[in-house]
């Protein structure tokens, strides 16, 4: 168990729906993470969160976006979904600058119909 | 951008055996990690890399992060079958980085009982 925390763990929904998914990092990790896994692109990093701040974006859609809530959960919204967006969604959370390690959540699989 | 080739992309062994697998990029990486990924799970991580030439083992698997710091590769000794999975190299970049990690594409590992 890496101590993070996803919901749910499965969608289904139709083309055109928007969802939200849900993760609470590991206890005192203030950045968060999101990152794709897709069969064709593989594992890809969206966005990342540090303290309740936006610090980088990676390959994330302009109908995706995220937050970070005071008390460090963070949630990613996708809206007009499409075919394509069905993948794995992955929380990742880290401690303080100075670790590189990552961990990951058990992610949401998401299918668009 | 940053890509990382990681080889073989599968592999088929008897229990017993050894296994090696490898990452290159032709970019420096400041920190390599290792991921093991059951179907339907998240990553779990295994190993992680700090310094150029480092050697680190877990158990039975050995992992070293290469001297140019633009590669690394992973040894698992004596498999068995619940080393079935598939393993990600990941690395984390120098400079301007936020410390989003860029995923190898997978080596899927069988075993042989």
């Known amino acids: 168990d890496s101590g993070v925390t996803q919901t749910p763990k499965h969608l289904i929904t139709a083309t055109g729906q928007r969802v939200t998914l849900r993760c609470s990092p590991r206890s005192g990790d203030l950045s968060v993470y999101w990152y794709q896994q897709s069969l064709d692109q593989g594992l890809q990093f969206l966005i990342q969160y540090y303290n309740g701040e936006e610090r980088a974006k990676g390959n994330i859609l302009e109908r995706f976006s995220a937050q970070q809530f005071p008390d460090l959960h963070s949630e990613l919204n996708l809206s007009s979904l499409e075919l394509g967006d069905s993948a794995l969604y992955f929380c990742?959370?880290?401690?303080?600058?100075?670790?590189?390690?990552?961990?990951f959540g058990p992610g949401t699989r998401l299918t668009v119909l | 951008g940053q890509q990382l080739n990681q080889s073989p992309q599968s592999m088929f062994i008897q229990e017993g055996e050894d296994v090696s697998m490898n990452c290159t990029s032709s970019?420096?990486?400041?920190?390599w990690l290792w991921y093991k990924q059951d179907p339907g799970e998240g990553p779990v991580l295994l190993i992680a890399l700090y310094k150029a030439g480092e050697l680190t083992s877990n158990g039975r698997l050995t992992a070293q992060f290469g001297i140019t710091r633009k590669d690394s590769f992973l040894n698992i000794s004596a498999s068995i079958p619940s080393d079935v999975g598939i393993y990600f190299c990941a690395g984390l970049g120098y400079g301007g980085s936020q410390g989003n990690l860029i995923f190898g594409k997978g080596t899927k590992l069988s075993v042989k009982p």
């Open positions: 970019s420096i990486f400041n920190t």
């Open positions: 990742v959370s880290r401690g303080d600058r100075f670790t590189d390690t990552q961990y």
